[in-house]
């Protein structure tokens, strides 16, 4: 189920117009105020929102993120951006540094934000050939200090719970599945992300760099981010032997 957040009529129609010629159930409210009340009451696995790259509508993003962990989020750029010249401008990385899952800039492609929410609910909600083929997959890994269990969508280090957002939370899984090995960050955007698209790279440096200070906020472990390595030149790998190495000779 998916949920748009819209205070232009046309955006609005756009929007609804894509996920009902594509059958995506939705619903639509005109305000964060009447967003939250829907979040309230029931789970929605994508949150849109229409973004006016103001400083008004990427607090009330914020929010809502943070209010919504289990939610992936969507900023969607209006195609009007009206000039306000009392408020310091606002861009994409705000956004991303605000908690948005994706961004989507410049004007109205209908192909991309199909493509883009396809994506997003192949992970967020499977169908039964999805759970099928997966059934051989552990739901719950333990890797080093960390585990992560899909079942409750909860990750834990050294037994102390992390809060982290719907995207966090799959980036954080992907890396314990495959521990110790370095990714690309073309590839993490095709593995985690469901899509390969030259000049999104900072996406995932966002959000790498929002795991590490999760995970450095943690007392149950000394320098929690470090976990997460840079590979220079490469990418990014979850450094469990590292870790271990480091715990036995202390």
């Avoid at 894509?18 to 939705?26: Q, T």
């Avoid at 967020?124 to 079942?151: A, F, H, M, T």
């Avoid at 760099?209 to 995970?215: A, E, G, Q």
Wanted: with cysteine.
């Amino acid at each position: 189920m998916i949920l748009i957040i819209y205070s232009g009529n046309a955006f609005q129609q756009n929007i609804s117009r894509c996920l009902s010629k594509h059958s995506f159930l939705h619903d639509a409210v005109s305000n964060f105020q009447s967003a939250e009340s829907l979040l309230n009451t029931q789970h929605y696995s994508l949150v849109i929102i229409e973004s006016h790259a103001s400083e008004v509508c990427l607090r009330r993003t914020t929010s809502l993120v943070k209010n919504n962990p289990e939610s992936w989020v969507m900023a969607v750029e209006n195609d009007v951006i009206a000039n306000d010249f009392t408020e310091r401008a606002v861009d994409e990385a705000d956004f991303y540094e605000a908690g948005v899952d994706d961004y989507l800039c410049g004007p109205f492609a209908e192909r991309m934000f199909c493509a883009r929410i396809r994506s997003h609910m192949r992970r967020g909600l499977p169908n039964q050939e999805d759970i099928r083929v997966s059934q051989g997959c552990d739901e719950r890994i333990e890797v080093g200090p960390l585990k992560v269990d899909q079942r409750y969508h909860s990750a834990t280090i050294n037994g102390q719970l992390l809060t982290l957002t719907a995207r966090e939370f799959t980036l954080l899984d992907f890396f314990c599945r495959h521990p110790n090995q370095v990714f690309t960050r073309n590839q993490l955007l095709s593995d985690v992300w469901g899509y390969n698209h030259e000049g999104y790279e900072h996406t995932v440096n966002t959000h790498i760099n929002r795991l590490r200070t999760k995970l450095d906020k943690v007392n149950t472990i000394e320098n929690g981010g470090q976990l997460v390595q840079t590979v220079w030149g490469v990418g990014y790998r979850l450094n469990i032997n590292g870790h271990t190495a480091k715990s036995l000779s202390a």
